[in-house]
């Protein structure tokens, strides 16, 4: 009874982490790790364009979040480049593309926007530089779904396996149900969303208040 029971529970672990292996050896890729890092100075490059629009004009904080962003921005077309490279590398992503156009353009999109945050940022214009980098933020999100449709999640083992767009889509009653709910609230959601966008427009100063 116990070596049958030692037998079971060494098949268990053994099979556990076989699967942790070809999860990770599947998740765990140069192109992920590319991919996350471009992503990361994407954000850092975007919060410290937020931190020169917000902060006083006049202030020494101000000065330090400008010269940061621009600093940054090489550091992002270096990863934006080092992820682009290993997507060209890896077959998997090339496989998993569906339209290779939009692949190209992504890069493409991603470099423009970084370098016209960084003319903006040298004329002073921390506005237009804070739309240039959530352009580059917001884009990849449609131009990788752009790449991959008609699919979703495209499966590496078994072409057949993946997830399609109108396989994901809920049924057209739930869909139409909803419609009827969103219809009311996505109105007052942007209503909300402009209004506290207008109350907290311009720069701070000592008289705001620091909620954390």
Known sequence: MDTLLLARLQF???????FLFVVVSHLATPFA?????????????????????RLPADGAAAA???????????????AVGLATVAGLLSSRVR?????????????????????????ALARR???WALVATGAALALPVALVGAALWPYILVSTTDPDASLTVADAAAS??????LGWVALPLLPALLGFQAMCWWVFRGRTDGRAPVNW
């Not at 979040?65 to 270096?78: D, N």
């Open 95 to 119: 496989d998993a593309v569906q339209r290779p156009a939009m692949a190209v353009l992504l890069p493409v999109v991603l470099v423009a926007a970084l370098l016209a945050a960084r003319a």
């Open 172 to 177: 057209a009653p739930t869909l139409r149900l």
């Open 125 to 127: 214009r921390p506005g």
């Open 12 to 18: 268990a672990t053994t099979t556990s982490i076989h």
């Open 64 to 78: 330090v979040a400008g010269r940061t962003a621009r600093r940054l921005v090489p550091v992002a077309l270096c």
């Open 33 to 53: 790790a590319a991919a996350g890092l471009a992503l990361l100075a994407l954000v850092a490059v975007h919060g410290a364009t937020f931190l020169t629009l």
